[in-house]
């Protein structure tokens, strides 16, 4: 059971606006900033978006961040096949502690 | 272009203990901007943060696996370390190596990760 919750799957198909969100709490999202991870099929996770709504150099302007509270959302607009992958939340817990979300498996239809 | 590998056994006996290292290339473990941390990923599910160090020796850990976890560094050799005691199945996973840069507050770079799995 992960601290912060997302939904397992979602899906699109070409050149459509996906979003995904995660919760968490006070002690987390609604206090520290959010960040969030790609992983592709049989690699290492990568940084997609840091301090709620930055990108690392690199990183399309596709991929954007927010925070509101104690959730957060990571919308991903003109949908490409290689965005398929799974897609992770994270955030500084303040029972001093990082804490991901259980990751969303994002499928281009 | 800074790069981070994993090293290791791939196969411990449940009660022993999993001993990686992860040595950081490219760039300097002693730099006073980043920390340095474990991050691990059972097979099909989602990823848990284990635990992080500083140049300084200076480490937390993720408060669940605390009483089994130590992590060390060695700036001589630009190498992290990472022991985990007492395992059992539920240590089988893909262990990760990455970078925390404190001025994003976030693990910007990773190792390729390693497969260790707890097996008799």
């Known amino acids: 059971q992960s601290v912060l919750t997302q939904p397992p799957s979602a899906s699109g198909t070409p050149g459509q606006r996906v979003t995904i969100s995660c919760s968490g709490s006070?002690?987390?999202?609604?206090?520290?900033?959010v960040n969030w991870y790609q992983q592709l099929p049989g690699t290492a996770p990568k940084l997609l978006i840091y301090?709620?709504?930055q990108r690392p150099s690199g990183v399309p302007d596709r991929f954007s961040g927010s925070k509101s509270g104690t959730s957060a959302s990571l919308a991903i607009s003109g949908l490409q096949s290689e965005d398929e992958a799974d897609y992770y939340c994270?955030?500084?817990?303040?029972?001093?502690?990082?804490?991901f979300g259980g990751g969303t498996k994002l499928t281009v239809l | 272009q800074l790069q981070l590998q994993e090293s290791g056994p791939g196969l411990v006996k449940p009660s022993e203990t999993l001993s990686l290292t992860c040595t950081v290339s490219?760039?300097?473990?002693?730099?006073?901007?980043?920390?340095w941390g474990w991050i691990r990923q059972p097979p099909g599910k989602g990823l848990e943060w284990i635990g992080s160090?500083?140049?300084?020796?200076?480490?937390y850990y993720n408060p669940s696996l605390k009483s089994r976890v130590t992590i060390s560094v060695d700036t001589s050799k630009n190498q992290f370390s990472l022991k985990l005691s007492s395992v059992t199945a539920a240590d089988t996973a893909v262990y990760y190596c990455?970078?925390?840069?404190?001025?994003?507050?976030?693990?910007?770079?990773w190792g390729q990760g390693t497969l260790v799995t707890v097996s008799s």
């Open positions: 990455a970078r925390h840069a404190v001025v994003i507050n976030a693990f910007d770079y």
């Open positions: 490219g760039g300097s473990i002693s730099s006073s901007s980043y920390y």
């Open positions: 160090i500083y140049y300084s020796g200076s480490t």
């Open positions: 006070s002690s987390n999202i609604g206090s520290n900033t």
């Open positions: 301090s709620n709504n």
């Open positions: 994270a955030a500084w817990d303040d029972s001093l502690a990082w804490v």
